[in-house]
């Protein structure tokens, strides 16, 4: 974990860098300001029965939507922004489609600035889902109702999560550090953040309190209150080359402080042109109430994309 932390700090501190060797830029008019991007990436590989290098022919898909709609009066800023992703992958040698990648995500942050400067009292809310049943998957013998004998394996699959369960919201007020729409820094030392389950997980025969993103036997809620970090940082590597980073941070005053929750996501887009890009997105979480571990993934792919017309 110190190395992950490590690494995020020089990410943030060499977007600042970047920041700081650009010209100032004029300062948005009032009002509202929306755009967005939807992009569908594909994989795909394939190869003959006659193909001795091994593999295993599979496709896969993913749809990414990002939305971002800010308003601004006077000293006020309201910025929201929409994070929607869902993918698929197929191989030729499982019974199932599993998913790549699944999320549903709402920011929306208002602040007042003071005095002129880069500061501003603070409100956020955050919400975040996903849409779709995840399974677990495992290999079941198939066995012989004559002879009793084992005569091969079965892919089963187990539902764990679906849409709303888990669910997540916070919201607390606090500091936000605003530059501009692309460089954002809050922090909220009173955050209240509610976990929300279908109580079908939690009232499995021999459940024990917690197991479920830490939710209580029979429950399906769990409230927890404590301080979050939000860091949104997007610059330019190179010509249309763009590096997005979203990084939350959470460490809840009632139960285990020190096992702070990270959630942080970089994301490249590499625009061909209008139409193509390439992307490259990470994903790395820390929530021991889920798993006592990183959970990792990475989506890699060339697709299309279309840039959503917003309000300026």
Known sequence: MKKLLFSLLVLFTASQVTYAQEEEKEERPDGWKGSGTISLLFNQAAFNNEWQGGG???YAGNLNLTYELNYKKGDFAWDNRLLADYGLTKSKDQNFTRKTNDRLELNSIAGKQINESNWYYSFFVNFKTQFSKGYEFSDVDVVDPVSGDVIGQEEIRTETTHFLSPGYVQA?????????D????NLAPATARLIFVDDAFTSTPGYEDGDY???DQGEATRFEFGASIGVYAKFNVVENVTFENILNLYSNYLEDPQNVD????GKIDMK????LSANFIFQAIYDDNAVKGFQVREVLG???TYKLNGIN
């Open 182 to 185: 692309n460089l954002v820094v």
């Open 272 to 275: 061909i042109n209008d139409f």
């Open 302 to 304: 060339v697709g299309l």
């Open 262 to 265: 990270i959630d942080y996501t």
């Open 172 to 180: 607390g007020p606090g500091m936000l550090w605003k530059k501009d």
């Open 213 to 215: 993103y830490g939710v």
């Open 56 to 58: 295993t022919s599979n």
